[in-house]
Protein backbone atom coordinates (compact mmCIF):
# COMPACT_ATOMS: atom_id res chain seq x y z
CA UNK A 1 0.00 0.00 0.00
CA UNK A 2 2.56 2.30 0.91
CA UNK A 3 4.41 2.11 -2.37
CA UNK A 4 1.08 2.54 -4.43
CA UNK A 5 0.68 6.02 -2.31
CA UNK A 6 4.25 6.86 -3.27
CA UNK A 7 3.91 6.22 -7.02
CA UNK A 8 0.36 8.53 -6.89
CA UNK A 9 2.77 11.11 -5.35
CA UNK A 10 5.74 11.05 -7.63
CA UNK A 11 3.38 11.23 -10.72
CA UNK A 12 2.06 14.03 -8.81
CA UNK A 13 5.30 16.05 -8.62
CA UNK A 14 5.56 15.30 -12.02
CA UNK A 15 2.24 17.07 -12.90
CA UNK A 16 3.32 19.72 -10.87
CA UNK A 17 6.57 20.49 -12.59
CA UNK A 18 4.85 20.44 -15.88
CA UNK A 19 2.92 23.18 -14.64
CA UNK A 20 6.26 25.71 -13.51
CA UNK A 21 8.47 24.47 -16.06
CA UNK A 22 9.42 24.46 -20.17
CA UNK A 23 8.94 21.30 -22.09
CA UNK A 24 12.86 20.11 -22.03
CA UNK A 25 14.10 19.27 -25.56
CA UNK A 26 15.34 15.69 -23.67
CA UNK A 27 13.51 14.95 -20.64
CA UNK A 28 16.27 14.17 -17.84
CA UNK A 29 15.71 11.09 -16.47
CA UNK A 30 15.86 12.47 -13.00
CA UNK A 31 12.00 13.67 -13.65
CA UNK A 32 10.95 9.81 -13.78
CA UNK A 33 13.05 8.55 -11.24
CA UNK A 34 10.79 8.45 -8.33
CA UNK A 35 7.87 7.36 -10.28
CA UNK A 36 9.39 4.04 -11.71
CA UNK A 37 11.28 3.16 -8.59
CA UNK A 38 8.19 3.06 -6.59
CA UNK A 39 6.44 1.24 -9.69
CA UNK A 40 8.99 -1.66 -9.64
CA UNK A 41 8.64 -1.79 -6.48
CA UNK A 42 5.02 -3.10 -6.71
CA UNK A 43 5.81 -5.19 -9.83
CA UNK A 44 8.60 -6.67 -7.01
CA UNK A 45 5.83 -7.37 -4.27
CA UNK A 46 4.20 -9.42 -6.61
CA UNK A 47 6.76 -11.79 -7.97
CA UNK A 48 7.89 -12.13 -4.78
CA UNK A 49 4.74 -13.37 -3.24
CA UNK A 50 3.44 -16.07 -5.91
CA UNK A 51 2.92 -18.56 -3.35
CA UNK A 52 0.65 -16.08 -1.33
CA UNK A 53 -2.84 -16.27 -0.68
CA UNK A 54 -3.18 -13.28 -2.03
CA UNK A 55 -1.29 -12.92 -4.81
CA UNK A 56 -4.41 -12.54 -7.36
CA UNK A 57 -4.79 -9.46 -5.52
CA UNK A 58 -1.09 -8.31 -5.53
CA UNK A 59 -1.44 -8.90 -9.83
CA UNK A 60 -4.46 -6.52 -9.94
CA UNK A 61 -2.81 -4.13 -8.19
CA UNK A 62 1.05 -4.63 -10.36
CA UNK A 63 -0.66 -4.74 -13.25
CA UNK A 64 -3.08 -1.49 -12.81
CA UNK A 65 -0.27 0.79 -11.42
CA UNK A 66 1.32 0.22 -14.90
CA UNK A 67 -1.38 3.06 -15.73
CA UNK A 68 0.29 5.77 -14.34
CA UNK A 69 3.05 5.51 -17.51
CA UNK A 70 0.15 7.95 -19.08
CA UNK A 71 2.33 10.97 -18.69
CA UNK A 72 5.02 9.44 -21.45
CA UNK A 73 1.87 8.55 -24.30
CA UNK A 74 0.16 10.72 -27.17
CA UNK A 75 -3.14 9.13 -25.95
CA UNK A 76 -2.62 9.04 -21.83
CA UNK A 77 -6.51 8.00 -21.90
CA UNK A 78 -6.25 4.66 -23.73
CA UNK A 79 -3.49 3.93 -22.41
CA UNK A 80 -4.72 4.36 -18.74
CA UNK A 81 -7.52 2.17 -20.04
CA UNK A 82 -5.35 -0.70 -21.24
CA UNK A 83 -4.01 -0.61 -18.13
CA UNK A 84 -7.20 -1.11 -16.48
CA UNK A 85 -8.01 -3.97 -18.66
CA UNK A 86 -5.33 -5.97 -17.08
CA UNK A 87 -5.65 -5.49 -13.65
CA UNK A 88 -9.62 -6.58 -14.68
CA UNK A 89 -8.07 -9.63 -16.01
CA UNK A 90 -7.00 -10.99 -12.23
CA UNK A 91 -10.01 -8.71 -10.93
CA UNK A 92 -12.70 -10.22 -12.10
CA UNK A 93 -11.08 -14.00 -10.86
CA UNK A 94 -11.44 -12.28 -7.55
CA UNK A 95 -14.95 -11.25 -7.80
CA UNK A 96 -15.69 -14.31 -8.97
CA UNK A 97 -14.11 -16.29 -6.17
CA UNK A 98 -15.43 -14.44 -3.59
CA UNK A 99 -18.77 -13.37 -4.47
CA UNK A 100 -20.49 -15.92 -2.00
CA UNK A 101 -17.42 -15.84 0.32
CA UNK A 102 -16.41 -12.32 1.59
CA UNK A 103 -17.47 -9.18 0.55
CA UNK A 104 -14.90 -7.09 1.45
CA UNK A 105 -12.42 -8.49 -1.18
CA UNK A 106 -15.72 -7.36 -3.59
CA UNK A 107 -15.93 -4.26 -2.45
CA UNK A 108 -11.55 -3.72 -2.78
CA UNK A 109 -11.21 -4.73 -6.09
CA UNK A 110 -14.69 -2.36 -7.34
CA UNK A 111 -12.55 0.53 -5.37
CA UNK A 112 -9.51 -0.13 -7.58
CA UNK A 113 -11.45 -0.43 -10.21
CA UNK A 114 -13.01 3.12 -9.67
CA UNK A 115 -9.99 4.72 -9.51
CA UNK A 116 -8.36 4.27 -12.73
CA UNK A 117 -11.75 4.85 -14.10
CA UNK A 118 -11.40 8.24 -12.81
CA UNK A 119 -7.80 8.45 -13.66
CA UNK A 120 -8.95 7.80 -17.29
CA UNK A 121 -11.93 10.86 -17.22
CA UNK A 122 -9.59 12.99 -15.54
CA UNK A 123 -6.97 12.04 -18.31
CA UNK A 124 -9.38 12.80 -21.29
CA UNK A 125 -10.43 16.39 -19.45
CA UNK A 126 -7.10 17.86 -19.08
CA UNK A 127 -4.48 15.89 -20.64
CA UNK A 128 -6.37 14.41 -24.19
CA UNK A 129 -3.46 14.51 -26.23
CA UNK A 130 -0.50 13.95 -24.05
CA UNK A 131 1.11 16.32 -21.20
CA UNK A 132 1.14 19.84 -21.23
CA UNK A 133 4.40 22.53 -20.23
CA UNK A 134 4.49 26.11 -19.33
CA UNK A 135 6.11 27.49 -22.21
CA UNK A 136 5.40 31.06 -21.74
CA UNK A 137 7.13 31.63 -18.44
CA UNK A 138 8.53 28.84 -17.50
CA UNK A 139 11.59 27.85 -15.82
CA UNK A 140 14.15 24.76 -16.27
CA UNK A 141 12.16 21.58 -15.09
CA UNK A 142 15.16 20.32 -13.40
CA UNK A 143 15.05 24.22 -11.22
CA UNK A 144 11.44 23.25 -10.84
CA UNK A 145 11.57 19.40 -9.54
CA UNK A 146 14.43 21.01 -6.53
CA UNK A 147 11.38 23.52 -6.06
CA UNK A 148 8.69 21.38 -5.03
CA UNK A 149 10.95 18.44 -3.51
CA UNK A 150 11.97 21.34 -1.18
CA UNK A 151 8.91 23.01 -0.93
CA UNK A 152 10.55 26.51 -1.98
CA UNK A 153 8.54 27.86 -5.00
CA UNK A 154 7.84 31.55 -6.24
CA UNK A 155 4.78 33.12 -4.85
CA UNK A 156 3.43 33.40 -9.02
CA UNK A 157 4.32 29.80 -9.53
CA UNK A 158 2.22 28.36 -6.58
CA UNK A 159 -0.68 30.71 -6.52
CA UNK A 160 -1.60 30.55 -10.08
CA UNK A 161 -2.19 27.04 -10.43
CA UNK A 162 -4.46 26.97 -6.83
CA UNK A 163 -6.79 29.73 -8.39
CA UNK A 164 -7.08 27.17 -11.16
CA UNK A 165 -8.27 24.47 -8.71
CA UNK A 166 -8.39 21.78 -11.19
CA UNK A 167 -10.21 18.03 -9.78
CA UNK A 168 -7.72 15.99 -8.65
CA UNK A 169 -6.76 12.94 -9.44
CA UNK A 170 -7.97 10.07 -7.97
CA UNK A 171 -6.03 8.77 -4.40
CA UNK A 172 -4.09 5.78 -4.25
CA UNK A 173 -5.80 2.02 -4.19
CA UNK A 174 -7.13 1.76 -1.24
CA UNK A 175 -6.04 -1.66 0.30
CA UNK A 176 -7.68 -3.18 3.24
CA UNK A 177 -5.34 -1.67 5.66
CA UNK A 178 -4.50 0.89 4.15
CA UNK A 179 -6.51 4.46 5.55
CA UNK A 180 -5.51 7.19 2.42
CA UNK A 181 -7.78 10.04 4.10
CA UNK A 182 -4.25 11.51 4.02
CA UNK A 183 -3.06 11.65 0.39
CA UNK A 184 -2.18 15.04 -0.65
CA UNK A 185 -4.32 16.52 -3.90
CA UNK A 186 -3.62 16.46 -7.60
CA UNK A 187 -2.32 19.30 -9.50
CA UNK A 188 -4.27 21.33 -11.50
CA UNK A 189 -3.95 21.62 -14.95
CA UNK A 190 -1.72 23.87 -16.98
CA UNK A 191 -2.76 27.26 -17.55
CA UNK A 192 -3.02 27.12 -21.33
CA UNK A 193 -5.94 24.49 -20.70
CA UNK A 194 -7.71 26.58 -18.87
CA UNK A 195 -7.15 29.43 -21.06
CA UNK A 196 -8.60 28.07 -24.47
CA UNK A 197 -11.72 26.33 -22.78
CA UNK A 198 -12.70 29.78 -21.42
CA UNK A 199 -12.00 31.55 -24.62
CA UNK A 200 -14.30 29.70 -26.49
CA UNK A 201 -17.22 30.22 -25.00
CA UNK A 202 -18.16 32.91 -26.87
CA UNK A 203 -18.13 31.19 -29.98
CA UNK A 204 -20.65 28.49 -28.59
CA UNK A 205 -23.20 31.29 -27.37
CA UNK A 206 -23.08 32.40 -30.54
CA UNK A 207 -23.37 28.96 -32.14
CA UNK A 208 -26.52 28.00 -29.99
CA UNK A 209 -28.16 31.23 -29.91
CA UNK A 210 -28.42 30.45 -33.30
CA UNK A 211 -30.07 27.06 -33.21
CA UNK A 212 -32.48 28.13 -30.67
CA UNK A 213 -34.11 30.28 -33.81
CA UNK A 214 -35.24 26.85 -35.11
CA UNK A 215 -36.80 26.52 -38.94
CA UNK A 216 -35.66 30.86 -39.17
CA UNK A 217 -32.06 30.08 -38.65
CA UNK A 218 -31.83 29.28 -42.77
CA UNK A 219 -34.39 32.14 -43.64
CA UNK A 220 -31.19 34.20 -44.98
CA UNK A 221 -30.15 31.39 -47.46
CA UNK A 222 -31.01 31.91 -51.08
CA UNK A 223 -31.00 28.76 -52.95
CA UNK A 224 -28.43 28.27 -55.79
CA UNK A 225 -29.25 28.23 -59.05
CA UNK A 226 -27.89 25.75 -61.17
CA UNK A 227 -26.56 27.98 -63.69
CA UNK A 228 -23.80 28.50 -60.66
CA UNK A 229 -23.29 24.99 -59.39
CA UNK A 230 -19.59 24.40 -60.37
CA UNK A 231 -20.42 20.16 -60.33
CA UNK A 232 -23.00 21.23 -63.11
CA UNK A 233 -20.64 23.64 -65.07
CA UNK A 234 -16.92 22.10 -64.70
CA UNK A 235 -16.03 25.58 -66.29
CA UNK A 236 -16.98 27.84 -63.71
CA UNK A 237 -14.48 25.61 -61.42
CA UNK A 238 -11.38 27.92 -63.50
CA UNK A 239 -12.34 31.01 -62.67
CA UNK A 240 -13.83 30.20 -58.78
CA UNK A 241 -12.23 32.50 -56.08
CA UNK A 242 -12.91 29.39 -53.57
CA UNK A 243 -9.74 27.04 -54.10
CA UNK A 244 -10.79 23.67 -55.04
CA UNK A 245 -11.12 20.86 -52.44
CA UNK A 246 -7.89 18.21 -52.19
CA UNK A 247 -8.71 14.65 -51.79
CA UNK A 248 -7.97 14.19 -48.64
CA UNK A 249 -9.82 17.37 -47.46
CA UNK A 250 -12.93 15.76 -49.29
CA UNK A 251 -12.72 12.64 -47.16
CA UNK A 252 -12.05 14.40 -44.08
CA UNK A 253 -14.98 16.36 -44.49
CA UNK A 254 -17.19 13.66 -45.59
CA UNK A 255 -20.01 12.68 -43.75
CA UNK A 256 -19.52 9.16 -44.25
CA UNK A 257 -18.17 6.36 -41.73
CA UNK A 258 -14.44 5.70 -42.72
CA UNK A 259 -13.89 2.41 -43.64
CA UNK A 260 -12.01 -0.05 -41.22
CA UNK A 261 -8.08 -0.54 -41.96
CA UNK A 262 -7.46 -3.65 -43.19
CA UNK A 263 -5.74 -6.53 -40.98
CA UNK A 264 -2.14 -6.18 -41.02
CA UNK A 265 -0.29 -9.53 -42.28
CA UNK A 266 1.31 -11.90 -40.20
CA UNK A 267 4.90 -11.06 -42.11
CA UNK A 268 4.88 -7.20 -41.07
CA UNK A 269 3.91 -7.81 -37.30
CA UNK A 270 6.22 -7.52 -34.94
CA UNK A 271 7.59 -10.89 -33.97
CA UNK A 272 7.21 -11.32 -29.99
CA UNK A 273 9.65 -13.82 -28.04
CA UNK A 274 8.90 -16.98 -27.39
CA UNK A 275 6.96 -17.44 -23.99
CA UNK A 276 6.76 -20.39 -21.81
CA UNK A 277 5.51 -19.55 -18.19
CA UNK A 278 3.37 -21.80 -15.75
CA UNK A 279 0.52 -19.60 -14.47
CA UNK A 280 -0.84 -21.25 -11.40
CA UNK A 281 -2.44 -24.40 -12.56
CA UNK A 282 -1.77 -23.43 -16.51
CA UNK A 283 1.21 -23.36 -18.89
CA UNK A 284 1.38 -21.04 -21.44
CA UNK A 285 3.53 -21.03 -24.30
CA UNK A 286 3.37 -19.05 -27.36
CA UNK A 287 5.38 -17.09 -30.20
CA UNK A 288 7.93 -19.63 -30.25
CA UNK A 289 9.25 -19.78 -33.83
CA UNK A 290 11.35 -21.90 -36.22
CA UNK A 291 13.21 -23.63 -33.46
CA UNK A 292 14.95 -26.77 -35.58
CA UNK A 293 16.02 -29.07 -33.51
CA UNK A 294 15.49 -28.03 -30.37
CA UNK A 295 12.79 -29.33 -28.07
CA UNK A 296 10.13 -26.94 -26.62
CA UNK A 297 9.79 -29.30 -23.39
CA UNK A 298 7.18 -29.19 -20.47
CA UNK A 299 6.53 -31.46 -17.29
CA UNK A 300 2.88 -31.40 -16.91
CA UNK A 301 0.94 -32.65 -13.56
CA UNK A 302 -2.50 -34.11 -13.59
CA UNK A 303 -4.46 -30.61 -12.32
CA UNK A 304 -2.57 -28.85 -14.77
CA UNK A 305 -3.34 -27.56 -18.25
CA UNK A 306 -1.46 -26.37 -21.50
CA UNK A 307 -2.42 -23.45 -23.88
CA UNK A 308 -0.13 -22.93 -27.07
CA UNK A 309 -0.90 -20.21 -29.24
CA UNK A 310 1.16 -18.71 -32.36
CA UNK A 311 4.18 -21.75 -32.68
CA UNK A 312 5.38 -21.91 -35.90
CA UNK A 313 7.78 -24.52 -36.90
CA UNK A 314 8.24 -25.61 -33.40
CA UNK A 315 8.62 -29.35 -31.51
CA UNK A 316 6.75 -29.51 -28.43
CA UNK A 317 6.97 -32.52 -25.97
CA UNK A 318 4.70 -33.07 -23.02
CA UNK A 319 6.43 -34.91 -20.06
CA UNK A 320 3.60 -36.63 -17.67
CA UNK A 321 0.11 -37.12 -17.68
CA UNK A 322 -1.37 -33.47 -18.01
CA UNK A 323 -5.15 -32.60 -17.77
CA UNK A 324 -5.57 -30.71 -21.18
CA UNK A 325 -3.84 -29.29 -24.02
CA UNK A 326 -5.67 -26.53 -26.42
CA UNK A 327 -4.03 -25.19 -29.97
CA UNK A 328 -4.67 -22.71 -31.70
CA UNK A 329 -3.28 -20.55 -34.62
CA UNK A 330 -0.31 -22.69 -35.15
CA UNK A 331 1.79 -23.58 -38.50
CA UNK A 332 3.48 -26.54 -38.57
CA UNK A 333 3.28 -28.08 -34.84
CA UNK A 334 4.49 -30.87 -33.84
CA UNK A 335 3.39 -32.01 -30.24
CA UNK A 336 4.44 -35.59 -28.42
CA UNK A 337 1.92 -36.10 -25.51
CA UNK A 338 2.14 -39.33 -23.13
CA UNK A 339 -0.68 -39.22 -21.43
CA UNK A 340 -3.74 -36.94 -21.04
CA UNK A 341 -6.82 -36.99 -18.58
CA UNK A 342 -9.14 -34.81 -20.59
CA UNK A 343 -8.88 -33.52 -24.23
CA UNK A 344 -6.24 -32.56 -26.85
CA UNK A 345 -8.26 -29.46 -28.76
CA UNK A 346 -6.64 -28.00 -31.99
CA UNK A 347 -8.55 -24.80 -33.53
CA UNK A 348 -7.09 -23.04 -36.87
CA UNK A 349 -3.93 -24.74 -37.54
CA UNK A 350 -2.12 -25.94 -40.66
CA UNK A 351 -0.11 -28.93 -40.96
CA UNK A 352 -0.35 -30.33 -37.30
CA UNK A 353 1.02 -33.67 -36.02
CA UNK A 354 0.79 -35.13 -32.99
CA UNK A 355 2.34 -38.19 -31.28
CA UNK A 356 0.33 -40.02 -28.27
CA UNK A 357 2.60 -42.22 -26.75
CA UNK A 358 0.24 -43.15 -23.67
CA UNK A 359 -3.37 -42.65 -23.65
CA UNK A 360 -5.41 -39.44 -24.75
CA UNK A 361 -9.46 -39.81 -24.86
CA UNK A 362 -10.60 -37.54 -27.43
CA UNK A 363 -8.33 -35.03 -30.10
CA UNK A 364 -10.87 -32.57 -31.74
CA UNK A 365 -9.96 -30.89 -35.23
CA UNK A 366 -11.74 -27.56 -35.87
CA UNK A 367 -10.52 -25.84 -39.10
CA UNK A 368 -7.26 -27.92 -39.05
CA UNK A 369 -5.98 -28.30 -42.46
CA UNK A 370 -3.61 -31.05 -42.69
CA UNK A 371 -3.04 -33.20 -39.85
CA UNK A 372 -0.69 -36.42 -38.77
CA UNK A 373 -2.33 -38.31 -35.41
CA UNK A 374 -0.34 -40.63 -34.56
CA UNK A 375 -1.25 -43.29 -31.95
CA UNK A 376 0.04 -46.02 -30.40
CA UNK A 377 -0.57 -49.05 -28.74
CA UNK A 378 -2.19 -47.63 -25.60
CA UNK A 379 -4.46 -45.18 -27.31
CA UNK A 380 -6.18 -47.29 -30.09
CA UNK A 381 -9.30 -46.12 -28.35
CA UNK A 382 -8.92 -42.66 -28.97
CA UNK A 383 -12.02 -40.49 -30.27
CA UNK A 384 -11.19 -37.79 -33.01
CA UNK A 385 -13.49 -35.49 -33.52
CA UNK A 386 -13.27 -33.22 -36.95
CA UNK A 387 -14.95 -30.06 -37.86
CA UNK A 388 -14.46 -27.90 -41.20
CA UNK A 389 -10.51 -30.12 -41.23
CA UNK A 390 -9.07 -31.24 -44.53
CA UNK A 391 -6.39 -33.78 -45.05
CA UNK A 392 -6.57 -35.39 -41.37
CA UNK A 393 -4.79 -39.33 -41.51
CA UNK A 394 -4.49 -41.81 -38.40
CA UNK A 395 -1.58 -43.49 -38.67
CA UNK A 396 -1.28 -46.60 -36.29
CA UNK A 397 0.89 -49.53 -34.93
CA UNK A 398 0.93 -52.46 -37.23
CA UNK A 399 -1.26 -55.34 -35.77
CA UNK A 400 0.15 -58.91 -35.00
CA UNK A 401 -1.20 -60.18 -38.56
CA UNK A 402 0.94 -57.22 -39.89
CA UNK A 403 4.21 -58.78 -38.63
CA UNK A 404 3.64 -57.02 -35.37
CA UNK A 405 6.74 -54.49 -33.86
CA UNK A 406 8.78 -55.20 -37.02
CA UNK A 407 5.98 -54.30 -39.64
CA UNK A 408 5.63 -50.93 -40.81
CA UNK A 409 2.72 -48.91 -39.15
CA UNK A 410 -0.65 -48.16 -41.21
CA UNK A 411 -1.96 -45.00 -42.12
CA UNK A 412 -5.50 -44.18 -42.57
CA UNK A 413 -7.50 -41.07 -43.99
CA UNK A 414 -10.06 -39.51 -41.87
CA UNK A 415 -13.09 -39.05 -44.47
CA UNK A 416 -14.16 -35.72 -45.30
CA UNK A 417 -16.94 -35.74 -48.04
CA UNK A 418 -20.29 -36.67 -46.44
CA UNK A 419 -23.78 -37.70 -48.21
CA UNK A 420 -27.00 -36.44 -47.29
CA UNK A 421 -30.45 -37.91 -48.29
CA UNK A 422 -33.92 -36.78 -47.03
CA UNK A 423 -36.07 -40.05 -46.21
CA UNK A 424 -39.35 -40.60 -44.52
CA UNK A 425 -38.73 -36.31 -44.00
CA UNK A 426 -35.28 -36.88 -41.70
CA UNK A 427 -31.91 -36.00 -43.43
CA UNK A 428 -30.17 -39.34 -43.47
CA UNK A 429 -25.96 -39.03 -43.85
CA UNK A 430 -23.24 -41.31 -44.60
CA UNK A 431 -19.66 -40.87 -46.20
CA UNK A 432 -18.73 -41.12 -49.23
CA UNK A 433 -15.99 -43.83 -50.07
CA UNK A 434 -14.20 -44.12 -53.00
CA UNK A 435 -12.98 -47.45 -54.45
CA UNK A 436 -10.16 -47.63 -57.49
Known sequence: AKAVQQAFEAERTYLLVTTKAKKPDTQPPELMTELHRYMSTVDELRMSNR?????TH???????????????????????????GGAQYYGNKILKEYRDKDKSHIDYINAYYKIFRSLTAYVKQFFATGITWNQKDGVDCLDALKQIQSGAATP????????????PPPPPPPLP?????????????????AASGSSGGGDMTAVFASLNQGSAVTSSLRK??????????????????????TSSQSYSTSRGKSPLPNKKPDSMRTKKPGKKELDGNKWILENFDNTGNELVEIHAEVNQSILISRCNKTVIKVHGKGNAISIDNCNSLSILVESLVSALDVIKCQKF????????????????DGAQIYLGSESLG??????????????????????????????????EQIRSVVKDGKVVSELVEHCG
Open 51 to 55: PAPLF
Open 58 to 84: LSAVAEGIVGLGWIGEKRPADFVTEAL
Open 156 to 167: KASAQPLALGGP
Open 177 to 193: TFDDNGVPSAPPPPPSA
Open 224 to 245: VDKSEMTHKNPSLRSTSTVPER
Open 353 to 368: AVQVDGFVPTVLLDQV
Open 382 to 415: TEVLTSKSSGVNMVVPPGDDEGGDEGDSKEMPVP
